[in-house]
């Protein structure tokens, strides 16, 4: 897979936004913590690991399948000021 | 926000340091899971699993990588539509940006899905090439968002 150095750091970029920005990012940190063990640990990628990311990218998946956009994805009106 | 800042820093910075310093290895995938498939094999009355393909890391890396981004858009996405009221208040700038960004994510979301379904069906390198095209585009809507929240930081 080319270029895996270059996503480290526009995914570090990501994930530091996310982390400030997001109480629910601890979701992301975990992701980034397999992400990054991946790259950088000679161990074993178990199967639980696989099946459970096979399961959240299928979950985004069947959001696709279902033509599912959920809002906060969605471009909304400007609120109203008083 | 600041709140949420101090109890990451140090998990940042270790696993900053951790991708600069040791690079890219070659971890292997257990045998029998999603992306090490196995096939059950009776021989004997003793069921083996064997190995019908060949594990596929770049696969697992790019989904992961993929997971990844779209749970960092997803987040900022969330944060500012929860917030939002506050967040118009302190600057417009920050939804009308997200709100530019937004359809292009949801199209690189659905680019990668659809990517994903056909390499599934036909793992080949072409394959593997058009799912890192669209992992490509939802790299670049997650950093464009990225950079949406750190000019909102900087201005505020």
């Known amino acids: ?82 | 926000m600041n709140k949420l800042i101090s109890p990451f820093k140090s998990l940042l910075l270790l696993v900053a340091l951790s991708a600069i310093v040791i690079g890219c290895r070659n971890p292997k995938l257990e045998s029998g899971g999603a992306y090490a498939p196995t096939t059950p094999v009776i021989e004997n009355g003793v069921t083996n699993h064997v190995a019908t393909v060949e594990p596929d890391i770049n696969f697992y890396r790019a989904d992961l990588a993929f997971s990844t981004l779209y749970a960092a858009a997803d987040g900022i996405f969330k944060f500012e539509h929860d917030n939002r009221m506050l967040l118009w208040k302190l600057s417009p700038q920050i939804k009308r940006t997200l709100d530019k960004i937004r359809p292009e994510a949801v199209a690189a979301r659905n680019a990668y899905i659809m990517a994903r379904e056909a390499y599934v069906a036909h793992p080949t390198p072409s394959g593997l090439t058009a799912l890192e095209q669209a992992l490509s585009k939802v790299r670049g809507v997650t950093a464009a968002a990225q950079a949406a929240v750190a000019e909102f930081q900087r201005n505020n």
């Open chain 1, 1 to 82: 897979m080319p270029a895996l150095p270059a996503l480290i750091p526009v995914i570090m970029a990501a994930i530091q936004a996310a982390i400030t920005a997001a109480p629910q990012a601890v979701q992301v940190v975990q992701k980034a913590k397999e992400w990054i063990a991946s790259l950088v640990e000679a161990g074993v990628i178990t199967k639980e690991q696989q099946n459970a990311l096979d399961l959240d990218v299928d979950a985004i998946a069947a959001l696709v399948k279902a033509g599912i956009v959920p809002n906060h994805w969605k471009v909304e009106p400007d609120p109203v000021t008083t």
